[in-house]
């Protein structure tokens, strides 16, 4: 099936520095999301994205949907070790609302 | 309960062997999803309910993968003369409203190992 393109595949960190991420798409959709995924548990919702331009915060997280509806944005300021995870992206298309189609994911860790 | 609920948390089948996955999901949820995560990657949409209807199966990669939710509640997800190829995580997740990611909740899944 479909999965949506995200880079970096994973990334390391240092403590305290920013992070940004990005998922891009060939088909165009009208929400995008940001899940966080930890070991041996399902992926839990970040930020949910409803209009092309948006720009979400949810605390030290910023998300932003692209004008071209074809790709997504997610920031992380001044990391901190619980951070560490996989962070998806996930779209869903017009007229299919029951069905996310997800990102490939970012594996991100955070060193001390 | 509190969230959806899984069952098994781990599963090793051998090839050819008949499974069964259950999930629970939030009390009243309305709708609720399958998808399938294999070994990194994202998760991938098997099929969706409303209610007790399956509304969407589009994602059932073949006729050995069946889904039911006769009373609008619980669901099994019952793999048929499993193959190596089956084995992944497999997530449900419930939502209160109608058809929508809205209020999405995962459960932490089961993995399923074929051997």
């Known amino acids: 099936g479909q999965q949506l393109n995200q880079s970096p595949q994973s990334m390391f960190i240092q403590e305290g520095e920013d992070v940004s991420m990005n998922c891009t798409s060939s088909s165009i959709f009208n929400t995008w999301l940001w899940y966080k995924q930890d070991p041996g548990e399902g992926p839990v919702l970040l930020i949910a994205?409803?209009?092309?331009?948006e720009l979400t915060s949810n605390g030290r997280l910023t998300a932003q949907f692209g004008i071209t509806r074809k790709d997504s944005f997610l920031n992380i300021s001044a990391s901190i070790p619980s951070d560490v995870g996989i962070y998806f992206c996930?779209?869903?298309?017009?007229?299919?609302?029951?069905?996310?189609?997800f990102g490939t994911g970012t594996r991100l860790q955070v060193t001390l | 309960g509190a969230g959806v609920s899984q069952s098994p948390r781990y599963k090793v089948a051998k090839r050819g062997q008949d499974v069964a996955l259950r999930c629970d999901p939030i009390s009243g949820h309305v709708s609720l999803f399958w998808y399938q995560q294999a070994l990194g990657q994202g998760p991938e949409f098997l099929t969706y309910?409303?209610?007790?209807?399956?509304?969407?199966k589009s994602g059932l990669p073949s006729d050995r993968f069946f889904a039911e939710r006769p009373e609008g509640s619980v669901s099994t997800l019952k793999i048929q003369r499993t193959q190596q190829e089956d084995s992944a995580v497999y997530l449900c997740a419930s939502s209160p409203r109608e058809g929508t990611h809205y209020g999405y909740t995962f459960g932490s899944g089961t993995r399923l190992t074929v051997v």
């Open positions: 996930a779209g869903v298309h017009t007229g299919t609302a029951s069905k996310l189609t």
């Open positions: 994205l409803y209009k092309a331009g």
């Open positions: 309910f409303q209610n007790e209807a399956q509304l969407d």
